[in-house]
Nanobody, 124 residues
Framework: QVQLVESGGRLVQAGGSLRLSCAASGRTFTNYAMGWFRQVPGKERDFVAV????????KYADSVKGRFTISRDNAKNTVYLQMNSLKPEDTAVYFCAADRSGSSTNTEYAYDYWGQGTQVTVSS
């Protein structure tokens, strides 16, 4: 079992920056690829970014490429999402997730554990 707790979401103006954190506990953190997803009410949860177990591989959704950066600190059991040049369309609940297969996939159903989410609101 892995417990994931996101933090860092808040209200920010368009063009601003935020850093989300996701703290993991319960199992060996380096056994998991880690992903970030986001969801707007009434819509499906969308892939944002993923990072491999070692941190050597990352992948991003086209909508955030060049603006968002995913990273991890395996000593602190934490994954981060640095979000720059935020847009109103980035408004969503952001979730982190852990994939024990380590496939570094953008497929939601491959992930085994999820956090509760943190709200990010970008005002225009």
């Amino acid at each position: 079992q892995v417990q994931l707790v996101e933090s860092g979401g808040r209200l920010v103006q368009a063009g601003g920056s935020l850093r989300l954190s996701c703290a993991a506990s319960g199992r060996t953190f380096t056994n998991y690829a880690m992903g970030w997803f986001r969801q707007v009410p009434g819509k499906e949860r969308d892939f944002v970014a993923v990072i491999s177990r070692s941190g050597g591989y990352t992948k991003y959704a086209d909508s955030v490429k060049g603006r968002f950066t995913i990273s991890r600190d395996n000593a602190k059991n934490t994954v981060y999402l640095q979000m720059n040049s935020l847009k109103p369309e980035d408004t969503a609940v952001y979730f982190c997730a852990a994939d024990r297969s380590g496939s570094s996939t953008n497929t939601e159903y491959a992930y085994d554990y999820w956090g509760q989410g943190t709200q990010v609101t970008v005002s225009s």
